[in-house]
Structure formats: structure tokens, C-alpha cells
């Protein structure tokens, strides 16, 4: 196992539903009354009078943990929206969708309503795979581009085309940190007072959290260094005010004011000072669990997890530090996914009442019971129900904020592109490549793949 493939296990619990072990696809055929639906909510278009069934796909889980529970919410809750339209619900292992939906595409064979990894959405656009929903939009209010999180917008959105509504997340990478070891040096412990520092005040306190023993090996980690890839590229553009992508989306502006040579050297610094090395066996948000590292970048999927298990951890999370200069500020990588109708379904009014359904602010507030997820929507921050969640857990503040100041990841050739750069970002860290000529091959060849599909 490279590096590599760590890399993608730390975000693993991500998809703690997701059913990528799944050996076959389950479907789960949900019977509804046949009565006549009820015209859609906020001006949405109203599907035919007579019973339908529409397939929806995803990949989390529809039979075992919280995800299985909100599978076996949704028919009932749906069906006292639309009685006459019938769910089948099908999963499609994660590792299997993206090329299960292209040959589906191909063959004419598509469900009509699907979850889209941020990953996947502008590709499937950019194929003609998945409709612009823009037209369905105009006619939904709920649905409006002005009624989610701003940083939702920008992976379902191409110019005045949107492909996709968020129906999940907002999720980004956050830093854990054990409240007790900040203490114990002295260093602050509250979130707000951690949203001032930069990665000169990161690095000074990751150095004196870390513990070594006689022979110089570090035995409690300041802060594990994650391999970078393209989440780590995004945030260190956001830490000066950058993005991932230039402004009109042709090319790749990471390596605008050094900020990917910055941020490596910023992560080399950090590995020697104050992480324990790299390999491709290191579990880091365990080592944060068991107490052998103070610092761990993970996400928000963990807060509720955390309090399972690990009780008795005090700990919070903070957004990324600023880059030290004029233009730095506080960031983070973030992303959304997303629910998209395929371009060949044949039942687009009953799948744009299902689509609309799921993104909507009642079937966001279930989730929440069910499961403690958050919502990509604005008004899902001003209900009750999220404010009880957040005097329970002050973190969650940091979930909307990580929305406002963060940087999108790769999500434009995303595929591609990470298939480039990680591989190179993994060779610095080794020793093996110098930052600067690093960057410099990484842009080049980026901005080659940008071209080849035609947004040069």
C-alpha cells in the first residue's frame, strides 16, 4: 500500500455509510398509495396524476447504520409529499458509480433521480450525462441558488447552467485538537481564540506538543502531517486568499503568490518538527483518539462519532490557519455533493419532486435527527433544531463558517487531475522532488488537462 492509498483512508469515515463493500447493487421497491399528488411545494412542477415509479441511486448504505435508518425514513416521510409516485431505490457500490453510470448512460438505462459525488457532478455535465436543472429551479423557489450556503454554489454551478442541487454536506477538513495538551503548554483552547493564529503560530504549536523519548523519536505527535493531495492545494490558496482554480475556471491558480510551494514547505517543516513520519500503516484520527498526537486533520463526519467514541476526550476543531502576509486568512477545503437528474430519465417531473424533496429543508432537519448531518441550505442554520445541536456541540458553528471562507477541491477534471498531482505531492514529501520545480510541473500539466477538455 503507497502513501497514496493512505491518503484516501483518512478520509474514510466520510463514507462510513457509503457501501462501497457492497458486493451487488440492492434495490428496495417502496410501494405508495395511488392517490393523486399534492401540487409541489413553492411553485415546483407537479408530476402526472397517475402512479409512478422513479429509481433514485446512491451509494451509502441502505440497510445497515445511521444512513440505513434514513433509508427506511425516506419512503414513508416522501410519500406524504407524493403518494402516487414509488421509490426504487438502488445501491451502487462507490467504487463502481461513476463508470456504472456512463455505460447506463450509454445504453439509454438511467434512474431518474441520483447522489453525485463532487468528484463525478461536472463530469457528468460536461458529457451531456445529467440535465441543467436551471429550467426546473425557476419554478421551485425552495430551490433557488439564494436559498443555500454560498460555498455550496460553486461545484453544481457552470456559468447561468446548474447541474446539481446540494443535498449533502457542507463538508471540508478540519484540525482536531486535544484541549487537554493545549492546556497543559499553555497554549489557548477555544476555537475563536485559534481562528487569530497563522501557520507560523501552527508550527510553533505543534512543536511544543510534540513529545520525544530519549532517542529523539517523537512519541506523541504535535500534529500528524497528512499527505497532501488535492484537498491540502486548495486550502493553502484559500490560506492566502487563492482558490484552486482561477477565477474563470480555465486553469489552475494554486500556484499564484507561491502559495502550493508555501504550503509544502509549510508541511515539510511541520513533518520534521512535529509529526511522526509518514507510512502508509499510520491511522491518524486513531492516534488522536488514543492520545498520541495532539493535532489530526479529519472532518465534521467525526464530531458526533467522537463523542461514542471517545467520551472522555476534551477536544474541539479548528479551520485551517492563515498564511502569515497581508492576505492571509482563516480557510479550509470544501465540498459539496449533490443530487442531479440524468439527461435520458424518463420521469423528470416525479424526479425533480423527488430531488426537491431531499434538498428541502424538512427532509434536511430528519437527517439531522436521524443521523446529525448538517445541510448545504441557509435556513437550516436559523431553525431550533440546529440550534439545540449547537449548544450541545459549539463545533458545529465551524460547519457554515468552513462554507464561507473555504476553497472548493478539485472538482472540474477531478479525476484526472488528482491521478497527476498526487503521485508528484507524495514524491516531496519523500524528499524526493523540491517544491518549487514540484508546483511548477504540477500547473503545467494541469492546465494541459483543463485544455484537453476544453476550458483552456
Same mark, same amino acid.
Given at each position: 500500500? #503507497?502513501? $497514496?492509498?493512505?491518503?484516501?483512508?483518512?478520509?474514510?469515515?466520510?463514507?462510513?455509510?457509503?457501501?462501497?463493500?457492497?458486493?451487488?447493487?440492492?434495490?428496495?421497491?417502496?410501494?405508495?398509495?395511488?392517490?393523486?399528488?399534492?401540487?409541489?411545494?413553492?411553485?415546483?412542477?407537479?408530476?402526472?396524476?397517475?402512479?409512478?415509479?422513479? =429509481?433514485?441511486?446512491?451509494?451509502?448504505?441502505?440497510?445497515?447504520?445511521?444512513?440505513?435508518?434514513?433509508?427506511?425514513?425516506?419512503?414513508?416521510?416522501?410519500?406524504?409529499?407524493?403518494?402516487?409516485?414509488?421509490?426504487?431505490?438502488?445501491?451502487?457500490?462507490?467504487?463502481?458509480?461513476?463508470?456504472?453510470?456512463?455505460?447506463?448512460?450509454?445504453?439509454?438505462?438511467?434512474?431518474?433521480?441520483?447522489?453525485?459525488?463532487?468528484?463525478?457532478?461536472?463530469?457528468?455535465?460536461?458529457?451531456?450525462?445529467?440535465?441543467?436543472?436551471?429550467?426546473?429551479?425557476?419554478?421551485?423557489? #425552495?430551490?433557488?441558488? @439564494?436559498?443555500?450556503?454560498?460555498?455550496?454554489?460553486?461545484?453544481?454551478?457552470?456559468?447561468?447552467?446548474?447541474?446539481?442541487?446540494?443535498?449533502?454536506?457542507?463538508?471540508?477538513?478540519?484540525?482536531?485538537?486535544?484541549?487537554?495538551?493545549?492546556?497543559?503548554?499553555? $497554549?489557548?483552547?477555544?476555537?475563536?481564540?485559534?481562528?487569530?493564529?497563522?501557520?507560523?503560530?501552527?508550527?510553533?504549536?505543534?512543536?511544543?506538543?510534540?513529545?520525544? @523519548?530519549?532517542?529523539?523519536?517523537?512519541?506523541?505527535?504535535?500534529?500528524?502531517?497528512?499527505?497532501?493531495?488535492?484537498?491540502?492545494?486548495?486550502?493553502?490558496?484559500?490560506?492566502?486568499?487563492? #482558490?484552486?482554480?482561477?477565477? @474563470?475556471?480555465?486553469?489552475?491558480?494554486?500556484?499564484?503568490?507561491?502559495?502550493?510551494? @508555501?504550503?509544502?514547505?509549510?508541511?515539510?517543516?511541520?513533518?520534521?518538527?512535529?509529526?511522526?513520519?509518514?507510512?502508509?500503516?499510520?491511522?491518524?484520527?486513531?492516534?488522536?483518539?488514543?492520545?498520541?498526537?495532539?493535532?489530526?486533520?479529519?472532518?465534521?463526519?467525526?464530531?458526533?462519532?467522537?463523542?461514542?467514541?471517545?467520551?472522555?476526550?476534551?477536544?474541539?476543531?479548528? $479551520?485551517?490557519?492563515?498564511?502569515?502576509?497581508?492576505?492571509?486568512?482563516?480557510? =479550509? #477545503?470544501?465540498?459539496?455533493?449533490?443530487?442531479?437528474?440524468?439527461?435520458?430519465?424518463?420521469?423528470?417531473?416525479?424526479?425533480?419532486?423527488?430531488?426537491?424533496?431531499?434538498?428541502?429543508?424538512?427532509?434536511?432537519?430528519?437527517?439531522?435527527?436521524?443521523?446529525?448531518?448538517?445541510?448545504?441550505?441557509?435556513?437550516?442554520?436559523?431553525?431550533?433544531?440546529?440550534?439545540?445541536?449547537?449548544?450541545?456541540?459549539?463545533?458545529?458553528?465551524?460547519?457554515?463558517?468552513?462554507?464561507?471562507?473555504?476553497?472548493?477541491?478539485?472538482?472540474?477534471?477531478?479525476?484526472?487531475?488528482?491521478?497527476?498531482?498526487?503521485?508528484?505531492?507524495?514524491?516531496?514529501? $519523500?524528499?524526493?522532488?523540491?517544491?518549487?520545480?514540484?508546483?511548477?510541473?504540477?500547473?503545467?500539466?494541469?492546465?494541459?488537462?483543463?485544455?484537453?477538455?476544453?476550458?483552456?
Amino acid at each position: 500500500m #503507497s502513501m $497514496l492509498d493512505r491518503k484516501t483512508s483518512r478520509r474514510e469515515l466520510l463514507q462510513m455509510t457509503a457501501a462501497a463493500a457492497l458486493a451487488a447493487t440492492t434495490s428496495v421497491l417502496v410501494s405508495a398509495c395511488t392517490v393523486p399528488v399534492a401540487p409541489a411545494q413553492n411553485g415546483g412542477q407537479s408530476p402526472a396524476e397517475e402512479a409512478v415509479t422513479i =429509481t433514485y441511486w446512491d451509494w451509502w448504505s441502505m440497510t445497515a447504520g445511521p444512513s440505513g435508518r434514513m433509508f427506511e425514513a425516506l419512503p414513508t416521510a416522501f410519500a406524504a409529499v407524493a403518494p402516487n409516485i414509488e421509490l426504487d431505490l438502488q445501491n451502487v457500490p462507490f467504487g463502481e458509480y461513476f463508470t456504472k453510470f456512463l455505460a447506463a448512460h450509454a445504453a439509454g438505462d438511467v434512474p431518474d433521480v441520483m447522489h453525485s459525488s463532487v468528484d463525478w457532478g461536472r463530469a457528468f455535465f460536461d458529457r451531456g450525462a445529467v440535465l441543467d436543472l436551471a429550467p426546473f429551479i425557476e419554478k421551485t423557489s #425552495s430551490m433557488a441558488r @439564494d436559498q443555500f450556503l454560498p460555498g455550496a454554489l460553486h461545484q453544481v454551478t457552470k456559468g447561468a447552467a446548474q447541474y446539481g442541487v446540494p443535498g449533502e454536506g457542507p463538508d471540508h477538513d478540519t484540525i482536531f485538537y486535544n484541549q487537554n495538551y493545549f492546556a497543559e503548554a499553555g $497554549l489557548p483552547t477555544e476555537r475563536e481564540e485559534l481562528m487569530k493564529w497563522t501557520w507560523t503560530d501552527f508550527t510553533d504549536a505543534a512543536t511544543a506538543l510534540t513529545v520525544r @523519548d530519549a532517542n529523539g523519536q517523537v512519541t506523541r505527535s504535535g500534529f500528524l502531517v497528512p499527505v497532501p493531495g488535492h484537498h491540502e492545494m486548495a486550502y493553502w490558496a484559500g490560506c492566502q486568499g487563492g #482558490s484552486f482554480y482561477n477565477e @474563470d475556471e480555465t486553469g489552475v491558480a494554486f500556484q499564484e503568490n507561491n502559495a502550493a510551494v @508555501d504550503g509544502l514547505n509549510w508541511w515539510l517543516e511541520l513533518q520534521e518538527k512535529a509529526s511522526q513520519p509518514l507510512t502508509s500503516e499510520r491511522q491518524d484520527f486513531q492516534q488522536f483518539l488514543q492520545g498520541t498526537t495532539a493535532m489530526a486533520q479529519d472532518g465534521p463526519w467525526n464530531f458526533v462519532q467522537m463523542a461514542e467514541q471517545a467520551p472522555d476526550l476534551k477536544w474541539s476543531a479548528m $479551520l485551517i490557519p492563515a498564511k502569515p502576509g497581508e492576505n492571509g486568512q482563516i480557510s =479550509t #477545503s470544501i465540498w459539496n455533493n449533490m443530487l442531479v437528474m440524468p439527461s435520458k430519465a424518463q420521469n423528470q417531473e416525479a424526479g425533480w419532486t423527488l430531488l426537491t424533496f431531499w434538498c428541502g429543508l424538512d427532509w434536511m432537519l430528519k437527517r439531522l435527527e436521524i443521523g446529525s448531518w448538517m445541510a448545504p441550505r441557509n435556513d437550516f442554520y436559523e431553525t431550533a433544531e440546529y440550534k439545540q445541536a449547537l449548544e450541545k456541540m459549539p463545533v458545529l458553528a465551524n460547519v457554515p463558517l468552513a462554507s464561507e471562507v473555504g476553497t472548493s477541491v478539485a472538482f472540474i477534471e477531478s479525476t484526472p487531475i488528482q491521478a497527476t498531482i498526487n503521485p508528484i505531492l507524495e514524491a516531496v514529501m $519523500l524528499g524526493e522532488r523540491d517544491p518549487d520545480s514540484a508546483v511548477a510541473e504540477m500547473a503545467e500539466k494541469c492546465n494541459e488537462i483543463l485544455t484537453k477538455a476544453g476550458y483552456g
